[in-house]
C-alpha cells in the first residue's frame, strides 16, 4: 500500500456523504473514492443476500480504483461485514457506533434508529452486548426514511412525518435522552430532528469511523499529507438530478469529479 492511494467510501446512495464530510474535515489531505448506489437504494428493504451481492460489487469497484482502505459508510451493509469480500481492510459504521454509543453514555437506554434491515441483523445489539453489560439500545426501525432523504430532503411536511414515526415509538417505550443516528443518511437531516426533539443527545458515529481509519493509517504508515481529491460516483444519473448536487451543497462537500458509473451486479 502507499499514501497516496485512495480512500474508498461505500454506501447505497447519498448518506455516506455524512461520513465523506467527516473525512474531509478529519483528515483533509486524503485522497477520497466515493461510490453510491443511488439506482438500487434503499437497501434496508431487501434480502441479506442482495445487500451482500451489491455491496461486494460496489468493493470491487472501489478496489479497481485502487484504495488502500473502504469506510462501509452505510449501517445496513455493515451489519452484514462478516460475509462481505474484501482485500482492503474495511471500517464498520456499526462499530463506529457502538464505540460512540459508549462514549456518549456509560449506562442506561440509548435510543437507535436505523432501516429495517439493520434492525433484523442485530449487528448494533450483538456489539454493544460484547463490550457492556450497562447500556443497552430501545431500538426503531423505519422502511422510509432514508429514502426520502435520498430523494425528497426538501419536502418538509413528509420529512417531519417520517421522523416522527421513527423517534415516537422509542419515546413511547422509553424515556430516552440520547438517540443514535443508525443510518448515514439520518445526519442530512440532523438539525430537523435537533428542532423536533430539542431533549435528546443526538449520537453520529461518523466522526469515530474517521478516528479509527486515521489510527489505522497511521499506525503503518500510511497517512496522506499531500493529497485531498474527491471523486464521487453514483449509479444514477447525476447529469438529471439536481437532488445529488443539492445535497452535496448542503452538506458542503468538495469534489473534484461527479460521475455516473455502472457495477457489475445487476
Ligand atoms: N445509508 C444506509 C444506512 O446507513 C441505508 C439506506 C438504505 O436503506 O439504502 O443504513
Known amino acids: 500500500m502507499e499514501k497516496e492511494q485512495p480512500v474508498g467510501l461505500f454506501d447505497s446512495g447519498i448518506g455516506g456523504f455524512t461520513v465523506l464530510k467527516e473525512l474531509q ?25 442482495e445487500i451482500i451481492a451489491f455491496a461486494n460489487s460496489g468493493i470491487r469497484f472501489l478496489e479497481g480504483k485502487g484504495v488502500k482502505a473502504i469506510l462501509l459508510a452505510c449501517n445496513t451493509v455493515s451489519s452484514l461485514i462478516d460475509q462481505l469480500e474484501s482485500r482492503v481492510p474495511l471500517f464498520s459504521i456499526v462499530e463506529a457506533g457502538c464505540e460512540a454509543t459508549l462514549a456518549a453514555r456509560n449506562r442506561g437506554a440509548v435510543g437507535l434508529i436505523a432501516t429495517t434491515a439493520t434492525v433484523k441483523n442485530g449487528a448494533y445489539e450483538r456489539l454493544l452486548a460484547r463490550r457492556s453489560d450497562r447500556v443497552h439500545y430501545i431500538t426503531q426501525g423505519t422502511r422510509t426514511l432514508a429514502k426520502i432523504i435520498n430523494n425528497h430532503p426538501y419536502e418538509r411536511a413528509l420529512l417531519r412525518k417520517n421522523i416522527r414515526e421513527a423517534i415516537d415509538p422509542i419515546l413511547e417505550k422509553q424515556d430516552v435522552d440520547a438517540l443514535l443516528l443508525g443510518c448515514t443518511h439520518f445526519p442530512i437531516v440532523r438539525e430537523s430532528i435537533e428542532q423536533m426533539y430539542p431533549e435528546l443527545t443526538i449520537i453520529n458515529p461518523a466522526e469515530r469511523q474517521i478516528a479509527s481509519l486515521r489510527a489505522y493509517l497511521a499506525e503503518r504508515d500510511l497517512l496522506n499529507d499531500a493529497g485531498g481529491t474527491t471523486e464521487i460516483y453514483t449509479t444514477r444519473n447525476v447529469a438529471d438530478e439536481k437532488i445529488i448536487t443539492q445535497i452535496i451543497d448542503h452538506i458542503g462537500l468538495k469534489y473534484d469529479v461527479l460521475a455516473q458509473t455502472e457495477l457489475d451486479v445487476d
Do not use: H
Not at 489531505?29 to 428493504?45: F, I, Q, T, W
Open 25 to 49: 474535515r478529519g483528515l483533509p489531505s486524503e485522497n477520497a473514492v466515493y461510490l453510491g448506489d443511488s439506482k438500487r437504494m434503499p437497501y434496508g428493504e431487501r434480502e441479506n443476500a
